[in-house]
């Protein structure tokens, strides 16, 4: 039939068609598709800067370079792949295998380039421009990589960025090499801060030499952080702490706005962004000191007398007792066979309410706690915040520990623990620091706040937080002002007297918290606390000393505190600049 | 249930069904090679599963006496307009193209399936007593049938599926002893009418048939196919470059290789002695199809030449799958049903 022999004719034309190209033209065409070379090179987005409150960078950007094999163009047959590696690892003196790892990780003919080694020296980069025709499917990139002010500075705050780790690149969100934050702020804000990285196709010849671009997407940097953090009070706060294991938290009591984070001892962030050899990372790891952990956030301690406060204001709302009520101390108080002791051999002598706080007087607290009941006390302390998460953005914090006591089950010397701050009742420094905000607004529970607003790279917003209200506790204001009165005596009159300085009005408590299970090395050695706020009028700012195995609160954490509130109300220390 | 003739199963064309399996098989493992040591087999594992869906649909149309699919045309033709009117209305797009419906987790594409409806159609004007005997009139009364259609087709715009409801037609048409005078009249119209379809077109398509006239127009732009085609192609060579080998098709660097390009694919991994056989197979189940039924088979072999043509180099680019072989659901079930009506007509030629 006609349309047989059509069709019969059409397949005769395309099978010559065929002949023409697969046999005639095939050798050409197979030269074509072998130079048919497309590099695609990934332009990384810079990572979001975080600003403090004042628009200063606490951590900003600088191009770095990194060594990165293209496995694609590496030489196919493996004695020469593994020649070209070779030379790599003698130029720039990496380990052999670490380059045979990372090529073996990825499939032999993909394009996107395996980081290898980051922070590369110019020489290094030198090296491997002047052996490129040795070195097919070698390439130092330039990237973007995060500087930091000094070493150490606010590192738990801002935590690290580093490649995504196994875990991470298993759940599929990341792709291998990819920086990814690891902790802190960066890790919170990693899906804001790491912006999109751009890229480009180019057409490149056999020597891997650029020949044409081809096709171009811009990076879209991320989105700029604006933190609540103030660089210079965070800076004055980690001087103040210097050579001390413990944390310091600031806190704008009118808003809840942390100010500084400081946990020592600190680990070196800088070194942690990049490569970081195994040992080292160990020694971070199995560190006794643990400078990984946000002691802030993540560390409880018993608040021992900075909990007075709260019995005291317990106290008066209840009207278990009046400011003049007045108690005798000897030193010793019994409870059946048990006897508690004053920290002060041989007691205080006749002490009123006022005259308890600021002179700490354990004797009057036990009794003042066992009126109020242990029942009453956590409600309080519940009522306070203590127990429950403050709702700081920061990722692992711990809720403290604070006792749900029943009317009958609760031993009566459980109470007086619980009236010093001792016992089954444990709390961090960012609550103890949510409380002392409270007592200075007036009973204004504010969740924790570390980050305002979230900017795109084009200026739009992305996040804004205008501070939270986690609760209310309702006190009488006459309650209020007794308390913040009593907390300014204990400055200037008291066992915070460390904290004193001349021309600001300051409100403290002080706080030593006894260790149970002392170990040799800690012996005697107690935790000190240090919180207070100032000015006591219309106060602007909370400090929380804490001091590990300090000693005593007024002798180590308030100095502390106060080298922190004179750098806040009278230094005024040029900005912190970014070193870049 | 169906009730089957033993008669029919013992007319039962196996040599057609075989070489269609065999065809939709290669598809599958070219389509599964393009997955090599990349991100999942997920495309040649739906054309599996469309295989097995298109074997069903190929079974029941085959099982159906043709004659009563063919009175129950103008239905299936209305049906079909309305799809393609849906598409029209609230189609999604890919690519700049509204051809796809989507139904849940599957898209269709009405034109494909269309296509076949349109041929029955087209079947049952000319064999109805009005159109007879063929001559000026039939034709007066069959273009519409394809107008219409192409009108729908060339908006979405899908001019290769457009375009191949009047080759298909005047095959039917010559095939039904219409006078080649009249043809010739016809195709001379349908020539004057070219400069007019001009202005229909879409910068793109225009831009497609001037590389096709000149393929260093614009060498990454739109002649980035052609080029990229026949260099996967050219560089099989005699023999293949196997599957590791063929980085053309692999690397990406052939654009739309799951689809229309797919020859291209097989080409650089199989070379010439694989083509060879492969249009072995393609000519041998049209050769056998024109020998049962005119309509189906030239629907089947117009694609397939103008496909092979397109890729190989020879034809500008109008974007017809390869009926088979070429990735898409609604193809593969329309290429099936297709194949399914040819082995219904053939099981009922004896009786």
């Not at chain 1, 780790?165 to 990819?178: A, F, I, K, V």
Request: net charge positive; with cysteine.
């Amino acid at each position: 039939m006609a349309i047989g022999l059509a069709v019969t004719a059409a397949f005769v034309v395309i099978v010559g068609q065929l002949w023409y190209l697969q046999v005639l033209e095939g050798g050409r065409f197979l030269d074509a598709s072998d130079r048919n070379r497309i590099r695609i090179r990934p332009i990384a987005a810079p990572r979001g800067i975080l600003f403090d409150r004042h628009g200063v960078p606490l951590v900003d950007n600088r191009p770095a370079f990194t060594l990165s094999l293209i496995p694609r163009e590496l030489p196919r047959d493996p004695a020469s792949r593994d020649a070209v590696l070779g030379r790599v690892a003698a130029l720039l003196r990496i380990p052999y295998q670490e380059l045979q790892d990372a090529v073996a990780r990825v499939q032999a003919d993909s394009f996107p380039p395996v980081r290898v080694r980051r922070g590369l020296t110019l020489e290094d980069v030198a090296k491997v421009e002047e052996w490129r025709l040795e070195l097919p499917g070698v390439i130092a990139e330039v990237e973007p990589k995060r500087v930091y002010p000094t070493s150490r500075f606010a590192a738990h705050l801002l935590g690290y960025v580093r490649e995504a780790n196994e875990d991470q690149l298993r759940q599929g969100r990341y792709r291998r090499g990819e920086m990814v934050g690891q902790s802190g702020l960066e890790r919170l804000l990693d899906e804001h801060l790491r912006g999109q990285d751009g890229g480009e196709r180019i057409e490149v010849d056999a020597m891997g030499r650029p020949v044409r671009l081809i096709q171009q997407s811009e990076p879209h940097s991320g989105a700029q952080v604006v933190t609540t953090v103030d660089g210079r009070i965070q800076e004055a706060a980690e001087r103040a702490m210097a050579g001390h294991a413990g944390a310091v938290v600031v806190m704008d009591p009118r808003n809840g706005d942390l100010l500084a984070m400081v946990s020592t001892p600190a680990f070196e962030i800088d070194r942690f962004t990049g490569t970081i050899d195994r040992s080292a990372w160990l020694r971070l790891v199995q560190d006794p000191h643990f400078p990984l952990l946000n002691r802030a956030v993540q560390s409880q301690y018993a608040p021992a007398s900075i909990f007075k406060i709260l019995v005291a204001a317990a106290a008066l709302q209840e009207g278990s007792l009046t400011p003049a009520d007045r108690t005798q101390c000897a030193g010793e108080f019994h409870l059946g066979t048990a006897t508690f002791k004053d920290w002060k051999e041989g007691g205080h002598g006749t002490v009123d309410l006022q005259r308890a706080i600021v002179q700490s007087c354990n004797i009057f607290f036990y009794q003042a706690g066992l009126k109020v009941g242990g029942v009453t006390l956590v409600r309080y302390a519940r009522a306070f915040g203590f127990g429950a998460p403050t709702g700081i953005e920061l990722q692992g914090e711990k809720y403290g520990l604070m006792p749900r006591p029943d009317r009958r089950g609760w031993p009566a010397g459980e109470t007086v623990n619980l009236s010093i701050g001792q016992g089954a009742v444990l709390v961090t420094p960012t609550q103890v620091a949510r409380f002392m905000a409270t007592v200075a607004n007036g009973g204004v529970l504010w969740r924790p706040r570390l980050v305002q607003r979230i900017e795109r790279s084009d200026g739009g917003l992305v996040y804004s937080d205008a501070g939270q209200v986690n609760g209310h506790v309702e006190l009488s204001p006459v309650v209020w002002e007794f308390l913040r009165r009593s907390l300014w005596a204990a400055v200037n009159d008291g066992t915070g007297a460390a904290a004193r300085i001349p021309g600001l009005d300051i409100a403290g408590k002080t706080g030593t918290a006894q260790i149970i299970g002392k170990s040799k090395a800690t012996l005697g050695q107690d935790h000190a606390w240090f919180a207070a706020f100032a000015p006591v009028k219309n106060p602007e700012v909370v400090v929380v000393v804490l001091v590990e195995h300090g000693g005593r609160g007024g002798e180590v954490a308030a100095p502390i505190a106060r080298k922190i509130l004179n750098a806040i109300f009278f230094e005024r220390v040029a900005a912190i600049e970014v070193r870049g | 249930m169906l009730r089957v003739d033993r008669r029919l199963l013992q007319n039962v064309d196996w040599a057609l069904f075989a070489t269609a399996c065999a065809l939709v098989v290669v598809s599958v493992m070219t389509l599964a090679t393009l997955s090599v040591g990349r991100a999942g087999a997920a495309v040649a594992l739906r054309q599996a599963a469309w295989f097995v869906v298109g074997l069903l649909a190929l079974v029941v149309v085959a099982c159906l006496d043709y004659r009563r699919l063919v009175r129950a045309a103008p239905a299936l033709y209305l049906l079909g307009l309305a799809g393609l009117t849906l598409v029209y209305m609230l189609g999604r797009s890919v690519s700049g193209a509204r051809r796809w419906i989507v139904l849940g987790p599957i898209s269709v594409q009405p034109s494909e399936l269309f296509k076949v409806f349109f041929v029955l159609m087209a079947v049952w004007v000319i064999t109805s007593r009005w159109a007879q005997p063929v001559g000026r009139t039939t034709l007066v009364m069959t273009l519409p049938i394809a107008a219409v259609p192409f009108a729908l087709i060339i908006k979405q715009p899908d001019l290769g599926t457009a375009l191949l409801l009047f080759p298909v037609l005047m095959i039917l048409l010559v095939g039904a002893g219409l006078g080649l005078r009249l043809l010739g009249g016809a195709v001379a119209a349908g020539l004057a009418a070219l400069p007019l379809a001009w202005l229909v077109l879409r910068d793109y398509q225009r831009e497609r048939i001037l590389v096709f006239l000149d393929p260093f127009r614009d060498p990454l732009g739109s002649a980035y196919n052609v080029i990229q085609a026949k260099i996967a192609i050219g560089s099989g060579q005699l023999l293949g470059k196997g599957v590791v080998g063929a980085t053309q098709s692999r690397l990406a660097f052939l654009p739309e290789r799951h689809t229309d390009f797919v020859f291209a694919v097989f080409a650089e991994t199989w070379g010439f002695v694989g083509c060879l056989a492969l249009l072995m197979c393609y000519l041998l189940l049209l050769l056998r199809g024109f020998d049962i039924a005119l309509g189906v088979t030239s629907l089947l072999a117009v694609q397939v030449v103008i496909n092979l043509g397109m890729v190989t180099g020879l034809l500008p680019i109008v974007g017809i799958p390869l009926p088979l072989m070429s990735y898409g659901g609604s193809s593969m079930l329309a290429s099936l049903v297709a194949i399914g009506l040819l082995l219904s007509v053939r099981m009922r030629q004896f009786q």
